[in-house]
């Protein structure tokens, strides 16, 4: 078995083979599924690569334990410590390349609607000189000339492109996530008819999901507020938990019910629940407030988690930095689907599918099960775009472009790069904390725009 997996393998990272493990009690895999882990994986690597840059940790690591790294460092011009491989300006290089490899992944697929033509196999094969290629232009950045004052300015404007794109990536993220929230609470509500089971599951999951947002409001009111200081927060969370309260009697009042019969509690749940987690990382992203007490300034309207009243921020950093990567990872691979595109006006003309209630529904088939299938002498893999593409490849390297520049933004603390390192993802920053209570502004606007949009219709 060992000698057919080396070689698709082989084939794999050479030609245009769909990629597959080894491990052949793996379950197929269909190679639109393959092509976009693939992608996400390189996504993934060089975001790591970002994460490093912004850790000094990470870099006094490397001087002290890698033998010869002074050396190099002082061979190639920079010093003891390469200091151009890392700070804001490293990682905007590093984007920078991640983002031309995917734009020019989007120009070569544009309006490609055959998977059996040159440039689809491009876009599903040859992983290995995809990878040199990647690696080039991350490593191209690094060339641009300093002389005039051209790599100033090349990070000037570069910095308001990538606030533009990660903007523009945040609105398709919280877009998502409306959407997802319809599709779970659509997906689960089609088995209530066959089996009382899933109106069980769905009362439980609405049940735990408000609980954790009432917990959430309490826990930021007994912790981000206090009674002589952080007015600011004691207002904001008054507004977020009505505008939630609102939104969730608004779902289930009879004039949505008589034009969304299947709108109830468990999407303003879902809502609630992410709109909280935004408010406590705007909260925890929020300069500090001091306010004198005996006579002491001391630190207010923070979690003292074994710190006195001091914020320790690691686990929310952590937290933070793992959903970050789930969130964007999820919107790049679900926003190219077939139903995902469709609810962002991507393809209009997708038809509706049938509803099959099942407990994992976020990845959807978007094809029967009735494709060709070969084996490597490992995983099986479904070749399900015999007849044509089932996602639109340039819209999914487009999503991967604005997705680098959002991450490019979020570890450079948006437009507080200086001095930044990754330890403190969520420090104190004006910018981060208004830029994250805007979004749960726009995540209710755009669920409460999915409620009303029905009665224009009508």
């Known amino acids: ?73 002082k061979k190639l011009g920079d010093g003891e410590t390469c200091k151009m491989l890392v700070g804001y300006s490293a990682v905007y290089k590093v984007c920078f390349g991640m983002a031309c490899f995917f734009f020019l992944f989007f120009l070569l697929t544009l309006r490609l609607n055959n998977s059996q033509s040159c440039r689809a196999t491009i876009h599903n094969g040859f992983w290995l000189p995809k990878f040199v290629l990647l690696v080039a232009c991350c490593v191209g950045g690094f060339f641009i000339p300093e002389e005039g004052g051209f790599e100033m300015m090349f990070l000037k404007v570069w910095r308001y492109i990538g606030a533009v794109g990660g903007f523009i990536f945040l609105l ?44 959430a409001v309490a826990f930021m009111g007994l912790f981000y507020t206090h009674p002589e200081a952080c007015l600011l927060n004691k207002v904001l969370l008054g507004i977020n938990g009505s505008l939630c309260f609102i939104v969730s009697l608004l779902a289930i009042s009879p004039c949505i019910q008589k034009l969304q019969p299947t709108s109830g509690l468990l999407q303003p749940g879902v809502i609630s629940v992410y709109v909280m987690y935004l408010t406590f990382s705007a909260f925890s992203s929020k300069p500090k407030e001091t306010y004198e007490v005996a006579g002491l300034n001391t630190t207010v309207c923070v979690f003292p988690f074994n710190s006195g009243n001091e914020s320790d921020k690691k686990i929310v950093t952590v937290v933070g930095a793992v959903i970050l990567f789930c969130c964007v990872l999820y919107s790049c ?12 006006r991507v393809c209009r003309n997708s038809e509706p599918e049938t ?18 299938e070969k084996s490597g002498g490992g995983q099986n893999v479904v070749y399900d775009e015999q007849e044509g593409t089932i ?12 997705g680098s520049l959002y991450v490019m933004m979020t570890v450079t603390n948006w437009f507080h790069y200086d001095n930044h390192e990754i330890e403190k993802l969520l420090e104190g920053s004006w910018s981060v904390f208004w830029i994250k209570m805007a979004s749960c502004w726009v995540c209710l606007i755009l669920y409460l725009c999915t409620l009303v949009a029905p009665m224009g219709w009508s």
């Open 391 to 402: 996602y639109s490849y340039s819209y999914f390297h487009f999503v991967f472009f604005l």
């Open 333 to 344: 691979l679900t926003s190219t689907t077939r139903r995902s595109s469709a609810a962002l």
């Open 1 to 73: 078995m060992c000698d057919p997996c080396c070689v698709s393998q082989l084939a794999c990272c050479c030609g245009t083979a769909a990629c597959s493990c080894c491990c052949n009690c793996c379950p197929k895999i269909k190679q639109s599924t393959s092509t976009r882990v693939m992608y996400a994986l390189y996504f993934l690597l060089v975001t790591m690569v970002c994460a490093i840059m912004m850790s000094p940790t990470v870099e006094q690591e490397l001087h002290d334990k890698v033998p010869f790294y002074s050396a190099m460092c």
């Open 172 to 215: 398709i993220q919280l877009m998502l996530l409306v959407e997802f929230a319809h599709r779970w609470n659509t997906n689960w509500s089609s088995g209530v008819k066959y089996n009382r089971l899933w109106y069980a599951a769905l009362a439980l999951v609405t049940l735990l999901l408000f609980s954790v947002a009432v917990g």
């Open 355 to 372: 509803e099959r209630a099942r407990c994992c529904f976020c990845f959807g088939d978007d094809t029967d099960d009735n494709d060709e």
